[in-house]
DNA sequence: ACACGATGGACAACCAGGTTCACTATTTGT
DNA sequence: ACAAATAGTGAACCTGGTTGTCCATCGTGT
């Protein structure tokens, strides 16, 4: 009796809007000298923070294990985003430390961020929007970001 | 001056949402005897849809090439949902259908999305979740859905 | 002081999903 | 009739995730 649209479309807007989201600022980013940072470096770059993280921090924030976020050091080093310090109270430790050009892409990645809110602020009014945002928090848990969606989406 | 949030928690918040559907009825998939399907899974179902499709196909409609396509078909056809057929007009063509398997899992899939929108509804109000609807396809394009999830993420 | 368990890091093997390249079979069009 | 386009298949390769294994270091309890 009731007309509600069907729920297959909710979730295929949520995930299209996070790719619109991504998509704009990874092209930002490229233009302003970061090509090859991909959606996940981002994440990476973000969850290591500006305290740094040993590769077992990492996977806990990442969801992912140790192995795979060790993976996504030593590419994020190899290209100058990340380099490595020592603990001198654990050897064992050798937590890695953002550098500047990593900075520089988080600074350009929050920009581009706000500045693609600011045009969904324009198309849907800054009243809806908030609306949007806060619906959103209600519906969804509070919990940090996982890594593995490659491995949630295919099954790995 | 102004106060707005920061960009960033909207696309986390997005795929927070999707992620938070998916599972929910891949959860009841799981439980009605479908544990095998990944997410993935249901939206190669989806885009073979009731008249079938070929490898090529079904490549174009996900955004991916030809051979991901089959080795999707490959694995589909292995546990039952699709079955092949042959086009009497083009002896190239092997066009797979959805088998009763695959539409009871699609069926499933289709009530668990209504059942989650429900649930959702009662936490927005219908009236709050309609707009959530609307803005989203306001800001985001008519395009299909892409497949190619993992490496648009990671960089395949 | 020392042995033992826990922790951090690294390496190898494996699987999944994507890609490109190459090849065959069939159809279509000139 | 023959050449170009199309459908399917297989192989090699890349990434990113996993598990399993091993070693070095730290912390603790006896």
Avoid: C, N
Avoid at 114 to 124: P, S
Avoid at 137 to 145: E, I, K, L, S, Y
Wanted: hydrophobic letters at 40%; a positive charge; glycine letters at 10%.
């Amino acid at each position: 009796m009731s007309t509600d649209p069907p729920g297959h479309d909710l979730p295929l807007r949520l995930l299209l809007g996070f790719r619109v989201l991504v998509d704009g600022v990874h092209a930002e980013l490229a233009r302003r000298g970061h090509p090859e940072l991909r959606p996940v470096h981002g994440f990476v770059l973000q969850a290591v923070g500006p305290s740094g993280a040993t590769a077992v921090e990492l996977g806990r924030r990442l969801g992912v294990t140790k192995q795979a976020a060790a993976k996504h050091i030593e590419f994020l080093q190899d290209r100058g985003y990340l380099e490595r310090a020592t603990d001198p109270r654990d050897a064992r430790r050798k937590p890695v430390r953002l550098t500047g050009r990593a900075f520089d892409s988080l600074r350009i990645s929050a920009a581009a961020f706000d500045e693609l809110r600011a045009g969904w602020a324009r198309t849907l009014g800054e009243q809806r929007l908030r609306a949007l945002e806060a619906d959103l928090r209600a519906v969804t848990p509070g919990a940090a970001f996982r890594l593995d969606l490659p491995g949630w989406f295919a099954g790995g």
